[in-house]
T-cell receptor, first 119, second 111 residues
C-alpha cells in the first residue's frame, strides 16, 4: 500500500513565524501535491510538483512556497505565517505512469493531514 | 475551466436507508471521475473511479456510473451504515491537469 506521511498531525505556530510542513511518500511517485481544506470551500490546490526540483502553482499559492529536493519528499513553507493560514493541510502523491508531467487517471494517495493553527 | 458540482450537505440518514449524493461536472475532453471519502480525523481515501463513459465504479457497496450524456457521476448505496458517516468528495482529472474536487458532502448516519 502507498504510504504518504505528514510530519505532524497538529501544529501551533505564531503569526510571522516561518513554518515548514513535511510530506514523504514511499511509492516512488513522480507527482506530489499540497492542498488546504477549509469548511465550505473543500480542497484547494496550493502547489504541486511533477518531478524533483520542479513546481507549479495551484489555485491559491500566495503566501506559500514549496521545495522538492528529493523525489520522495515535498515540503510546504509558510514564509511568514498569518492567522488566515489556519487550516487543515493535506499532502498527496500520484504516479505519472512514466509520462512526464502527466497526471493520467491514476488516483492520488493522501496523508492524514496536518491541522495548523496560527495564533 | 474544469469544475465539479456536488450536492451540499449535510445529509442525515437512518441506518439502512438508501443514499444518493449527486455530482455533475464540466470538463474539456474525456475526464476520469473519482469519489473520495474522508473519515473523521483522516485524510482522503479513494472510494471508486471510472475512466470512460458508461463505466461503473464500485467499492464497499457504493456505486457510481459515468454518464457522459448528463455529465454526472452520482454516488449511491443501497443500505448505509453508521460507519459510512464521512465527507464524500467527487473529483475529476481531464487532460493534463491535477485533480479537480467538488466541495464535499458530509454524510451522517444515525442508528
Amino acid at each position: 500500500d502507498v504510504k504518504v506521511t505528514q510530519s505532524s498531525r497538529y501544529l501551533v505556530k505564531r503569526t510571522g513565524e516561518k513554518v515548514f510542513l513535511e510530506c514523504v511518500q514511499d511509492m516512488d511517485h513522480e507527482n506530489m501535491f499540497w492542498y488546504r481544506q477549509d469548511p465550505g470551500l473543500g480542497l484547494r490546490l496550493i502547489y504541486f510538483s511533477y518531478d524533483v526540483k520542479m513546481k507549479e502553482k495551484g489555485d491559491i499559492p500566495e503566501g506559500y512556497s514549496v521545495s522538492r529536493e528529493k523525489k520522495e519528499r515535498f515540503s510546504l513553507i509558510l514564509e511568514s505565517a498569518s492567522t488566515n493560514q489556519t487550516s487543515m493541510y493535506l499532502c498527496a502523491s500520484s504516479s505519472s505512469l512514466g509520462r512526464a508531467r502527466s497526471y493520467s487517471n491514476q488516483p492520488q494517495h493522501f496523508g492524514d493531514g496536518t491541522r495548523l493553527s496560527i495564533l | 475551466g474544469d469544475s465539479v458540482t456536488q450536492m451540499e450537505g449535510p445529509v442525515t440518514l437512518s441506518e439502512e436507508a438508501f443514499l444518493t449524493i449527486n455530482c455533475t461536472y464540466t470538463a474539456t475532453g474525456y475526464p476520469s471521475l473519482f469519489w473520495y471519502v474522508q473519515y473523521p480525523g483522516e485524510g482522503l481515501q479513494l472510494l471508486l473511479k471510472a475512466t470512460k463513459a458508461d463505466d461503473k465504479g464500485s467499492n464497499k457497496g457504493f456505486e457510481a456510473t459515468y454518464r457522459k450524456e448528463t455529465t454526472s457521476f452520482h454516488l449511491e448505496k443501497g443500505s448505509v451504515q453508521v460507519s459510512d458517516s464521512a465527507v464524500y468528495f467527487c473529483a475529476l482529472i481531464s487532460g493534463n491537469t491535477p485533480l479537480v474536487f467538488g466541495k464535499g458532502t458530509r454524510l451522517s448516519v444515525i442508528a
